[in-house]
């Protein structure tokens, strides 16, 4: 079973800063990508980054810049830096895990969510 755990958002005025984890458990299971997405009211919801395995990171076209995701594999813990906050990135933030099993199966693992707000 994989389950994801989100933590950090909160509510912060434009310019600031907040920093989302998402722990990650997964016996039995491989990680191959963690991913952050983001969904405003009204909205589908947005991949906001990613970061495979080994490191290799992307990001949105409307985050780049201001938002750093890394994670630290010793406590299976995926990290979404914000910097330079705006009200347009209020949304409910979701963790989202890739995982394979000994089958070499892909699975898809959605976290509870976290609000982000962004005051103007």
């Known amino acids: 079973q994989v389950q994801l755990g989100e933590s950090g958002g909160g509510f912060v005025q434009a310019g600031g800063s907040l920093r989302l984890s998402c722990v990650a458990s997964a016996s039995s299971f491989t990680i191959n990508v963690i991913a952050w997405y983001r969904q405003a009211p009204g909205k589908q919801r947005e991949l906001v980054a990613t970061?495979?395995?080994?490191?290799?990171?992307n990001y949105a076209d409307s985050v780049k810049g201001r938002f750093t995701i890394s994670r630290n594999n010793a406590k299976n813990t995926v990290y979404l830096q914000m910097n330079s906050l705006k009200p347009e990135d209020t949304a409910v933030y979701y963790c989202?895990?890739?995982?394979?099993?000994?089958?070499?199966?892909?699975?898809?693992?959605w976290g509870q969510g976290t609000q982000v707000t962004v005051s103007s």
């Open positions: 989202n895990a890739l995982v394979t099993d000994s089958r070499h199966l892909t699975y898809s693992y």
């Open positions: 970061i495979t395995s080994e490191g290799n990171t």
